[in-house]
């Protein structure tokens, strides 16, 4: 069922419904979101609150699609990192013998 939840983002609160599975899910990710707008708006009070949150979904946007595309998004790549990991450590202990 759901149920309303309070966030505040710059200043500003919004009131939405979620149920109990999401709301602190949903929480974090208005924190979240009023961290990034205010690391945009910087010393600037007088930057527009809209244009911020185009700003900051843009810069969500992207991470997404980095993190979708790049070359950790697969298990694969996760492998790679663990046999890279190894390889040092391997090397490393070959020297201290």
Same mark, same amino acid.
């Given at each position: +069922?759901?149920? #309303? /939840?309070? /966030? ?8 939405? =419904? *979620?149920? &109990? %599975? $999401?709301?602190?899910?949903?929480? *974090?990710? @208005?924190?979240?979101? &009023?961290?990034? +707008?205010?690391?945009?708006? =910087? =010393?600037?009070?007088?930057?527009? #609150?809209?244009?911020?949150? /185009?700003? @900051? *979904?843009?810069?969500?946007?992207? $991470?997404?699609?980095? %993190?979708?595309?790049?070359? &950790?998004?697969?298990?694969? =790549? *996760?492998?790679?990192?663990?046999? $890279? @990991? ?12």
């Amino acid at each position: +069922m759901s149920e #309303p /939840v309070s /966030v505040r983002i710059l200043d500003r609160e919004y009131t939405f =419904g *979620a149920s &109990d %599975a $999401e709301r602190a899910g949903l929480i *974090a990710a @208005a924190r979240m979101l &009023d961290t990034r +707008m205010r690391e945009l708006r =910087g =010393g600037d009070k007088l930057v527009a #609150p809209d244009r911020l949150a /185009v700003l @900051a *979904a843009l810069n969500f946007a992207h $991470e997404l699609q980095q %993190a979708r595309s790049g070359p &950790d998004a697969s298990t694969g =790549g *996760a492998f790679a990192l663990i046999d $890279e @990991a190894n390889r040092k450590l391997d090397a490393l202990l070959a020297q201290a013998d």
